[in-house]
């Protein structure tokens, strides 16, 4: 819970990302990170999935885990 309130990233994100994807970084970001990451371990068989899609395991299936992609492949490497 602590890192869905910390909230998520203001940052500007290019047209590739739909009206949601903007929405689940610019609100969720500090959550997917950690449940990326393994800081948070994944409670559901949805968060499951979304660890899995982020380690290129499974295809992505929602918004949240296609956000995530983006912005991990985009801004990771900067």
Known sequence: MEEI????FT???AENYSAM?????????YFFDALA????????PVQKHFVRAC????????PAETAWIKYTAEH???
Request: no cysteine; hydrophobic share 30%; net charge positive.
């Open 37 to 44: 990451s393994g800081k948070v371990a994944p409670e559901d």
């Open 5 to 8: 309130v910390k909230g998520g």
């Open 55 to 62: 380690r290129g395991e499974a295809p992505p299936t929602g």
């Open 21 to 29: 994807e903007k929405y689940l970084v610019r609100y969720y970001a």
């Open 11 to 13: 940052v500007e994100l």
């Open 76 to 78: 990771r490497a900067k």
